[in-house]
């Protein structure tokens, strides 16, 4: 069955560094996203990507944040400068093309953590 | 923009039980309506979804209803099984696919 992979599973790093997370959606999805977990609390939505450029962004996504799809396969969510506000778990998502909402397939997340 | 309430935040049912989780959310426009479950460390894995014209719909032993009017939903677990215990999440979004989670209802079923 596919499945939306991401890497790395934990990531730890020090305050104020750059940090990248990988994901690779799904072949034949169109939509992408990224959603982030801070321990205890709600999925929360970052970003979506949709031909190759930002749909909708959250007031989370900051300047600090960034997403690319390099290559076509991989979907990269990129912080400039780490916060300790930062440390939480990752998900990336995507789904099939379509304005019509359908499933969105989460990945099984990064966790980053931020000393 | 999209409001997602969920309650209750924990449930604790004895195996062979039902649980009801409760969501209501505010923008009418929301037409597509998800339940995930999240197991620990895991990400949210799709159970079952409804969609606005649509009031009811049942897979096995899960089942959603929808209240357009009233902007609330709600999963039903019969039967419940040590293995349906999670984190699970109700969401609600627009036809642009950007879900809006509820802060979760942790289920534990007890033997």
């Known amino acids: 069955e596919p499945e939306v992979t991401q890497t790395p599973s934990h990531q730890v790093t020090q305050m104020g560094q750059e940090v990248i997370l990988r994901c690779v959606p799904i072949?034949?999805?169109?939509?992408f996203y990224w959603y982030r977990q801070i321990l205890g609390q709600k999925v929360e939505f970052l970003v979506s990507?949709?031909?190759?450029?930002?749909?909708?962004k959250s007031e989370i996504f900051d300047d600090q944040f960034s997403v690319e799809r390099p290559d076509g396969s991989n979907f990269t969510l990129k912080i400039r400068s780490t916060k300790l506000e930062d440390s939480a778990m990752y998900f990336c998502?995507?789904?099939?093309?379509?304005?019509?909402?359908?499933?969105?397939?989460f990945g099984e997340g990064s966790r980053l953590t931020v000393l | 923009g999209e409001n997602v309430e969920q309650h209750p935040s924990t449930l604790s049912v004895q195996e062979g039980d039902s649980a009801v989780i409760k969501c209501t959310y505010s923008?009418?426009?929301?037409?597509?309506f998800p339940w995930y479950k999240q197991e620990l460390g895991k990400g949210p894995q799709l159970i079952i979804d409804?969609?606005?014209?649509?009031g009811e719909k049942k897979d096995q032993r899960i089942a959603v209803t929808l209240n357009k009017t009233a902007k609330h939903f709600s999963l039903h677990i019969t039967e419940t099984q040590p293995e349906d215990s999670a984190v699970y999440f109700c969401?609600?979004?627009?036809?642009?696919?950007?879900?809006?989670f509820g802060a979760g209802t942790q289920v534990v079923v007890t033997p």
């Open positions: 998502a995507s789904r099939t093309g379509g304005a019509r909402a359908g499933e969105l397939f």
């Open positions: 072949s034949n999805h169109l939509y």
């Open positions: 990507f949709y031909n190759n450029e930002i749909s909708e």
């Open positions: 923008d009418s426009a929301s037409n597509y």
């Open positions: 409804i969609r606005s014209n649509v």
């Open positions: 969401a609600a979004t627009d036809s642009w696919g950007k879900l809006q």
